[in-house]
């Protein structure tokens, strides 16, 4: 890992502490497209943060960013940045929240990184180099069989209810050991990355919650495919099916298709 590398994760950490710093108060600054929709004083500050190193250290890398958007100096590298991801568990001062941080080469994710600030985990990739939680190596689960699963959930906040529903009656039909939707995808793709849940359905989050877990994932041995079981276009798809790529990845497939 270059020195740049490691410099940029400390500053995610730093991220980390700032909103740490808020949390426990009132800082919702504005609504964004709907009353679920909103910013805080604490996205800003872990934003500014994390743009403000990038723009000194990779000043001719393209930025994707949650609330600033898109800069583009016309790279073939992206920096793809949510620095508050679960901005509503973080209002409602519960603890599934994260910052996440993920690099593009073209369309595809060659470095990650996702950090909690609550409980100080650190998880990090690179492209063909493993995946990692506070330096120690991590690994996907084991578990094979449906009913001994704990599969996670996430959609967009734009997500129709009527198809939000339809997905989770189908997953809580499907006989799993538990359903679980913390409101940060981020946060959930560090579970499964680490072994703590076996499987996760995406559907259409924003890139910037779910690119840094598709590396996470990759690198702990895991699998991703699209909702038809086959190898996603690029890293850039925003729906998608990970498991632990034991023969459980299939028996997920399988609710779809019913």
Known sequence: MTN??????????KSGQLIKSYYGQNVMTGVKSSAIDFVTKADLASEANILKFIRKNFSTYNILSEEEGLTDNKSEYTFVLDPLD??????????FFAVT???????????????NPLNG??????????????GKRIYVSKTSKLNQA???????????????RKMMVKML???????????????EFCLLASGQIDAHVNYDNDLY??????????????????????????????????????????????????
């Open 4 to 13: 740049k590398f490691k410099q940029l994760i400390k500053t995610v950490e």
């Open 121 to 134: 985990q650190t998880y990090y990739a690179f492209k063909n180099k493993g995946a990692y939680l506070n």
């Open 86 to 95: 679960g901005t509503i568990n973080f209002h409602k001062n519960l603890c």
């Open 209 to 258: 919650d779910n690119l840094a877990g598709k590396l996470l994932i990759r690198e702990a041995g895991g699998k991703i495919t699209g909702f038809d079981g086959r190898p996603l276009k690029n890293d850039r798809v925003n729906s998608f099916i990970a498991s632990n790529n034991t023969v459980l990845h299939k028996q997920v497939l399988n609710i779809f298709k019913k």
């Open 173 to 187: 039909n499907s006989g799993m050991t538990r359903l679980l939707n913390t409101w940060s995808p981020a946060w």
């Open 101 to 115: 941080l993920a690099l593009l080469k073209g369309d595809e994710a060659i470095f990650a990184v996702t950090h």
């Open 150 to 164: 704990m599969v996670g959930s996430s959609w967009a906040w734009r997500t129709p209810k009527k198809v939000a």
